[in-house]
Each structure stands twice: as structure tokens, then as C-alpha cells.
């Protein structure tokens, strides 16, 4: 089973800075993560997938990247509503579907 | 739109079984893959399997093995999730997704499972 290791566990930042959440996966698996957002009380919204690609009405601050074992999400400029916790999850070698265990992103 | 809607909130007794549906809308039932997924209060994503709505085809994780049993009704357009021997870490809300890809694209609203003596 692959392992992802999210970093850091906790990120604060202010309004309009840039935050960065990182995933590590214990093996190779190429551009195959995906990224979720969850709000307190909310299900998880696909933000990104392929790495890099926006799930539709995603907006453009929220960004992708890496390949291999090491991948990032970015929120370029980090706005109040952006606040909750980040998953990853591969789906490169599945059974089973893996995600990080998630990084809480707050003002 | 694509909307998932699951059953209420359940509060079991140890060693029970408890049974979560997911009634999908705004597409064709038999089109997508439903995933189930669990999040324990406080802590991370856990997939627990998916169904193949059109053939009926489960396959569930490992550590879920013997446990969990995926079913769907297709006269009704809805998916089945049932966890028998449940036990305080069974504790959590159970989610469905659903997606073409192995990328959970739409979620439902979740369902509160409570294991209490």
C-alpha cells in the first residue's frame, strides 16, 4: 500500500500571503494525487487532480505540482474562506485509494 | 446537478451491524463508481471500497475485509454500505463519492455513525 505524508500538520498564514502544503508518497506515483478541502462540518471538494488540473469552479489561486514522490498544493493568495484541511490521495496503485493524513490551513 | 444523499445519523450497540445508503441524482445510476470513504472525529480519510453500480462488482480495503459488504438496488438507484461487528472505532462519518475516475469528484453529505454501549 503507497503512504502519503502530508507536511506540515498545521500551516497559519495571513490574508494574501502564499501557503504551500506538502505530500510525499512512499513510492513513485507520477502525476497521479489528487487534493481535497474540507471545512468543518463539510464533506471533501476535489480541488485538484492529475497534479495539477482544477476540478470545474475551483478558483485559479488554488494550484498544483510535482511528480514522482514529491508534490505540493499552493494557495497564492490565501483568502479567509480558503481556512480548513488539505488531503492528498493517490490513486496510482489502487486497491487501495490512500490519502495523507491532512494539514489544517488557518488565518 | 450531481447530488449524493445518504440515510440519518445511526447509533449502534457493540457487535451490531449498520447499514448506509446513497441515493445519487443527476446522472445516470449505473454511469459512475461509488467509493465509501470514513473519517473518524478528528483524524483522516480512510477508503473503505467501491461498487460498480452497473455490474454490481465490490471490491473493499483490506482491513475492511469480512466486514463491510457493498450492494446497490438499481430499481431504486441506490448504494448500500454495511458494516457488521461494530466496535467504538467504528465510530465515524461514513462518506460516498462517486467519480469516473479513481478521484472522488462529488461527495454526499455524510452519515454519523455512533458505537455506544
Known amino acids: 500500500e503507497i503512504v502519503m505524508t502530508q507536511s506540515p500538520a498545521t500551516l497559519s498564514v495571513s490574508p494574501g500571503e502564499r501557503a504551500s502544503v506538502s505530500c510525499r508518497a512512499s513510492?513513485?506515483?507520477?502525476?497521479?494525487i489528487a487534493w481535497y478541502q474540507q471545512k468543518p462540518g463539510q464533506a471533501p471538494r476535489l480541488l485538484i487532480y492529475?497534479?495539477?488540473t482544477r476540478a470545474t469552479g475551483v478558483p485559479a489561486r488554488f494550484s498544483g505540482s510535482g511528480s514522482g514522490t514529491e508534490f505540493t498544493l499552493t494557495i497564492s493568495s490565501f483568502q479567509s474562506e480558503d481556512s480548513a484541511i488539505f488531503f492528498c490521495?493517490?490513486?496510482?496503485?489502487?486497491?487501495?485509494?490512500?490519502f495523507g493524513g491532512g494539514t489544517k490551513v488557518e488565518i | 446537478q450531481v447530488q449524493l444523499v445518504q440515510s440519518g445519523a445511526e447509533v449502534k450497540k457493540p457487535g451490531a451491524s449498520v447499514k448506509v445508503s446513497c441515493k445519487p441524482s443527476?446522472?445516470?445510476?449505473?454511469?459512475?463508481?461509488i467509493h465509501w470513504v470514513r473519517q473518524a472525529p478528528g483524524q483522516g480519510l480512510v477508503w473503505m471500497g467501491w461498487?460498480?453500480?452497473?455490474?454490481?462488482?465490490?471490491t473493499s480495503a483490506q482491513k475492511f475485509q469480512g466486514r463491510v459488504t457493498m450492494t446497490r438496488d438499481t430499481s431504486i438507484g441506490t448504494a448500500y454500505l454495511e458494516l457488521s461487528s461494530l466496535t467504538s472505532d467504528d465510530t465515524a462519518i461514513y462518506y460516498c463519492?462517486?467519480?469516473?475516475?479513481?478521484?472522488?469528484?462529488?461527495w454526499g453529505q455524510g452519515t454519523l455513525v455512533t458505537v455506544s454501549s
Open positions: 463519492a462517486t467519480s469516473l475516475s479513481p478521484y472522488l469528484t462529488f
Open positions: 443527476g446522472y445516470t445510476f449505473t454511469g459512475l463508481f
Open positions: 461498487i460498480n453500480p452497473n455490474s454490481g462488482d465490490a
Open positions: 513510492q513513485s506515483i507520477s502525476s497521479h
Open positions: 492529475g497534479a495539477s
Open positions: 490521495q493517490q490513486y496510482h496503485d489502487w486497491p487501495p485509494l490512500t
